[in-house]
């Protein structure tokens, strides 16, 4: 299979935990994309990279949170010192890179990590 | 800011009975709008990307078009297997004129469908 991967599927926490995601893109994709997803809700713009570099971050993303990707491959979420609120869908996606009136711009999302903290 | 409103938030429909998904939103400088279908506790799955008014893409028995101000999709005898959450997002450029790419999601149409 040649999509976007993510681990784990599912993370139950306790509050005050500290926890990692791990995200592996379509393997030609320079761009990744991390979101997250509350019930009933549609997918929140988290962070992006292009290749290694964090470009554009959302003001949803306290500090609290990081993510890296250090050799422009895989990346990782990271949150610090979790909260009940932070229960969600963690979900990725890479693409292409961005080409006006091309197929490009599409993102390929993963199949999420489910968070619940307790 | 990009805003994407949805509608309606749920529709039922019997098989074979045709109907449409509304997407309106507002966005400095649209690169792109696309349609996602998300089935329960799995990622959005990619349909469709519209980038100009008057665009029209067909997959199956979806349809979809665009306007300057809203998306619509058509969806024609539906069947049972269509039902999932409907998402709508918006591609816009940043301030600036720069744009990496970020999709802004309305909050789903969740259709189902009765055999």
């Known amino acids: 299979d040649t999509g976007v991967s993510q681990d784990p599927r599912h993370k139950i926490t306790k509050r005050g935990q500290n926890v990692t995601f791990r995200c592996d893109p379509i393997?030609?994709?320079?761009?990744l994309y991390w979101y997250r997803q509350t019930l009933g809700q549609g997918p929140e713009f988290l962070t992006y990279?292009?290749?290694?570099?964090?470009?554009?971050k959302s003001r949803l993303l306290s500090d609290r949170f990081s993510a890296e990707r250090p050799k422009g491959s895989f990346s990782t979420l990271e949150i610090q010192r979790t909260e009940q609120g932070d229960s969600a869908m963690y979900l990725c996606?890479?693409?292409?890179?961005?080409?006006?009136?091309?197929?490009?711009?599409?993102?390929?999302f993963g199949p999420g990590t489910r968070l619940t903290v307790l | 800011e990009d805003q994407v409103t949805q509608s309606p938030e749920a529709l039922r429909l019997q098989e074979g009975e045709s109907s449409s998904l509304n997407c309106s939103y507002t966005?400095?400088?649209?690169?792109?709008l696309f349609w996602y279908r998300q089935d329960p506790g799995k990622g959005p799955e990619f349909l469709f990307t519209?980038?100009?008014a008057g665009e029209e893409k067909e997959k199956e028995r979806l349809k979809a078009t665009l306007t300057k101000k809203e998306s619509f999709l058509h969806i024609t005898a539906p069947k049972p297997e269509d039902s999932a959450t409907y998402l709508c997002?918006?591609?816009?450029?940043?301030?600036?004129?720069?744009?990496?790419?970020?999709?802004?999601f309305g909050q789903g149409t969740i259709l189902t469908v009765h055999p």
């Open positions: 996606a890479s693409s292409h890179p961005l080409v006006i009136g091309s197929s490009y711009n599409e993102q390929f």
């Open positions: 393997s030609e994709h320079n761009r």
């Open positions: 990279f292009q290749n290694e570099a964090q470009l554009e």
């Open positions: 966005v400095s400088g649209l690169r792109g």
């Open positions: 519209l980038y100009s």
């Open positions: 997002a918006v591609q816009g450029a940043s301030a600036g004129g720069t744009s990496y790419g970020k999709l802004t």
